[in-house]
């Protein structure tokens, strides 16, 4: 059974859809996608996982086919506190309420999120290919900057960044996808096109700049009230990176996360940023193995 042949779902929260897919059987695992794509980003995973685990996997806001609510002067709307939520009320839909996640890219962001304010539901967490927000912006490099130019397109005023992208939306997802490390090779083409059927959906350009443009000024309000407060992550976190992209060489991956959680490991795996589709071999072993109720060799610090 191919994932994306599993049982679809929507739920709602607040007005906002979230569309997801679940299958499998086994305890809860959430899986939360990063920027451009969707829920499709774990096509060469799923499968696998769900053999030991529910998989429940969701479209973030603004992103695949979940619901595209209006932006707000503040950026609350597209806050990774908003996005957590969703996360949360999909999860709880399911009857879900103590689970583990795994996250790429923006959807780990989210994750962060979910797990500093929703300590009692997230049991573990995997983060894919990305260092704190708030260190990442505060340590940002010209080389970082170079890599990930979108950052600070995105965040443009608008209505510009929207233009553009609206203009041509399956260029944008070739361009943001097709610029890194592996080129275009690592999608499927059924996928790719499923990213860019997705991006084409009115309202995607604006929700996509606003999902940034959130990161920018109020996620960072709330990461700097973590840091005042004294707040860290208590559940186990792992952190995997690609070799080959920008995040691992630009930040000291595991010293960031040591920072702003309790128990931390981590390793890069030969890749570049998008772990899923580039290294699926990979991360299903470290998947299953920190996950599993009796943890595995390769669960090391």
């Known amino acids: 059974m191919t994932f994306l042949s599993f049982p679809s779902f929507d739920t709602e929260r607040s007005g906002v859809r979230i569309h997801g897919r679940i299958g499998g059987q086994g305890a809860p695992l959430l899986l939360l996608h990063g920027h451009p794509q969707t829920h499709a980003i774990w096509h060469r995973v799923a499968p ?12 973030l806001r603004g992103y695949g086919d979940s619901g595209r609510p209006a932006a707000d002067a503040e950026h609350v709307v597209y806050s990774k506190r ?34 500093a304010d929703h300590t009692e539901a997230v049991e573990r967490m995997l983060l894919l290919d990305i260092a704190p927000t708030l260190a990442m912006y505060a340590q940002t490099s010209e080389a970082f900057a170079k890599a990930y130019w979108h950052w600070f ?4 005023p608008p209505p510009l960044p929207e233009a553009l992208i609206g203009s041509d939306p399956v260029r944008y997802i070739r361009s943001v996808m097709g610029g890194r490390h592996a080129g275009l090779a690592p999608f499927a083409p059924e996928v790719l096109a ?7 959906i009115a309202g995607t350009a604006e929700s996509i700049c606003e999902d940034y443009r959130a990161s920018a000024t109020i996620d960072l309000v709330h990461d700097r009230a973590d840091i005042a407060a004294g707040q860290q992550l208590t559940q186990p976190l792992r ?12 930040f000291d991956v595991l010293a960031l996360w040591r ?12 890749c570049g940023h998008y772990v899923p589709e580039e ?22 610090p």
């Open 194 to 200: 499923e990213y860019e059927r997705c991006a084409a």
């Open 239 to 250: 952190v995997l990176w690609g070799e080959h992209g920008a995040v691992g060489k630009a």
């Open 153 to 156: 397109f995105l965040i443009q």
């Open 259 to 270: 920072e702003r959680a309790a128990d931390v490991s981590g390793r890069a795996l030969p």
């Open 82 to 115: 908003e996005m957590a939520l969703d996360a949360l009320a999909a999860m709880q839909h399911h009857g879900f309420e103590r689970f583990g996640v795994l996250a790429h890219d923006r959807g780990a962001r989210v994750a962060h999120r979910l797990a």
């Open 279 to 300: 290294a699926p071999d990979d991360l299903l072993a470290e998947a299953l193995a920190f996950f599993s109720p009796t943890p595995q060799a390769g669960d090391t």
């Open 48 to 59: 696998a996982l769900a053999e030991r685990f529910t998989v429940v996997a969701v479209d």
